[in-house]
Nanobody
Framework: QVQLVESGGGLVQPGGSLRLSCAAS????????THWYRQAPGKQREVVAS???????NYADSVSGRFTISRDHAKNTVYLQMNGLKPEDTAIYYC?????????WGQGTQVAVSS
């Protein structure tokens, strides 16, 4: 089976931290660029972080300096460490990879930042 499974979301207070995980099965993350997207109700889906096959990272301006994307090759898992969370970070977060056979998405994990 070829799939992505996200986990680690939840409810956190402003200023708090969460670490999201995206575990891959059926293929190796190390061969592809991996993306984290998010989508809030009533808003367009946006990419927040990307990691190339060479482990070069890029971030949206809105999260730069607060979020870190990384990869554990042995576990075939990509992470998104989120620090200094703000209410505007509230969204469903998805990981994504584009393979020759098509775009692959996880089911999403909910992040809510609220007092």
């Amino acid at each position: 089976q070829v799939q992505l499974v996200e986990s680690g979301g939840g409810l956190v207070q402003p200023g708090g931290s969460l670490r999201l995980s995206c575990a891959a099965s059926g293929f190796s993350f190390s061969r592809y660029t991996t993306h984290w997207y998010r989508q809030a109700p009533g808003k367009q889906r946006e990419v927040v972080a990307s990691l190339t096959s060479g482990d070069s990272a890029n971030y949206a301006d809105s999260v730069s300096g607060r979020f870190t994307i990384s990869r554990d090759h042995a576990k075939n898992t990509v992470y998104l460490q989120m620090n200094g969370l703000k209410p505007e970070d509230t969204a469903i977060y998805y990981c994504n990879v584009n393979r020759w056979s098509g775009s692959l998405w996880g089911q999403g994990t909910q992040v809510a930042v609220s007092s």
